[in-house]
């Protein structure tokens, strides 16, 4: 037998099988593991580093019930709940609006340009400073519980109606206004799982977010119109990247200038085989034969012909079919019609017909050649 047996089929599929059981394996065990907690940053369900999960453990512990929003519409409206908001570009102007008239507190972190716009409070942003250790200076409780804390991020200025803690040049990255229940977070690095046990990052956090009765953390549902929507896309791109581009642009437009003064004449190359011309033309007609292509072949003895009988008869190069048929009959005294079935006639019927034309072709520029 020389066909494949089941024993070979199975040891040749062996290899793929095994590859696609360890795929396979592989898919499952990663979704075992990460399929059991969330992995967003700043998200209170999240176990890695730059998830939340252990400021809302925390809070849990003090009977203060963490629970995850993903849209405004979904907030319950109460005096003593805190609305956190980590991803304030990812709100609509109108959503932020909306969470800017609740009753109860609100967080909002690293709010800048328009998004704090939208939100209406009375401050401007800054330039955004580095997340680094910083002293309260300021008497809001919770700031001066904590002590140093790592904050950074947007920076803002402090009015009449708001109080700002962890300056830095003369600019708060937290500010908050009391009258009004907002507080703006330049960063919330200290409220993740990686930093929230160093320096008094957790009882800022405590003192921020532990105050009411519930936290309701809004994370924006995906695919949602941001607060910068209305910036074009090359808004969006920095300006050193801009400037970079313009100059690659300008080395390439310099490079093709230099490759190009040194374009020089073709150089003829010899050909690595030189085929003789009646090989080439029985080539070509065993091609046509093999398609049956009478039509083609039929034209290109004709072509030929045409151009022969032309060069005889010194006529000019664009002479066209009833000036060539004229000066032919005029020269050897042929009937103009037959000389036109001839010359510009229809498709062999066979290929019989396509030899009888070769041959009364070759008899033409005969006769034209001894006139």
């Not at 394996?25 to 700043?42: D, K, N």
């Not at 105050?211 to 074009?232: E, F, H, I, N, T």
């Not at 034969?289 to 022969?308: I, K």
């Amino acid at each position: 037998m020389t066909g494949p047996t089941t024993t070979t089929v199975v040891r040749s599929a062996r290899g793929p099988l095994f590859v696609v059981l360890a795929l396979v394996v592989t898919a499952l065990l990663a979704v075992a593991v990460l399929g059991t907690a969330a992995q967003g940053e700043l998200d209170p369900r999240a176990y890695n580093p730059e998830g939340s999960r252990a400021i809302a453990a925390l809070l849990e512990d003090r009977d203060v019930d963490v629970r995850v929003v993903t849209t405004v519409e979904a907030i319950t409206v109460a005096p003593d709940s805190t609305v956190v908001v980590p991803f304030p570009d990812g709100l609509t102007s109108a959503e932020l609006g909306a969470l800017r008239r609740l009753p109860g507190p609100l967080v909002v972190i690293g709010a800048a340009g328009p998004t704090l716009a939208a939100l209406d409070v009375d401050t401007v942003d800054s330039a955004p400073v580095p997340v680094e250790v910083r002293r309260p200076a300021c008497d809001v409780p919770a700031a001066t519980r904590a002590g140093d804390v790592d904050l950074g991020g947007p920076t803002y200025r402090v009015t009449g109606a708001s109080i700002g803690c962890y300056a830095s040049g003369g600019r708060a990255t937290l500010l908050t206004l009391p009258t009004e229940q907002v507080t703006l977070l330049g960063s919330g690095d200290l409220l993740t799982n990686a930093r929230l046990d160093d320096r008094g990052n957790a009882a800022l956090a405590l003192g921020l977010l532990g105050g009411g009765s519930d936290v309701q953390w809004l994370l924006p549902r995906p695919g949602a119109r941001d607060a910068m929507a209305d910036r074009k896309l090359s808004d969006l791109v920095p300006d050193a990247v801009k400037l970079a581009a313009l100059q690659l642009l300008i080395a390439a437009a310099a490079l093709a200038l230099w490759r190009s003064r040194r374009l020089g004449p073709v150089v003829p190359e010899p050909l690595p085989v030189v085929v003789r011309a009646a090989e080439a033309v029985e080539g070509r007609s065993r091609l046509y034969r093999a398609a049956r292509s009478r039509g083609t072949a039929a034209e290109a003895l004709r072509a030929g012909a045409r151009d022969r009988l032309i060069r005889r008869l010194g006529l000019p190069t664009d002479t066209g079919r009833s000036g060539l048929i004229d000066a032919v009959s005029g020269r050897i005294g042929r009937d103009p019609a037959a000389l036109d079935a001839l010359l510009y006639g229809a498709e062999p019927g066979d290929d019989a017909a396509l030899v009888r034309l070769a041959d009364d072709l070759d008899t033409l520029n005969r006769e034209v050649a001894g006139s």
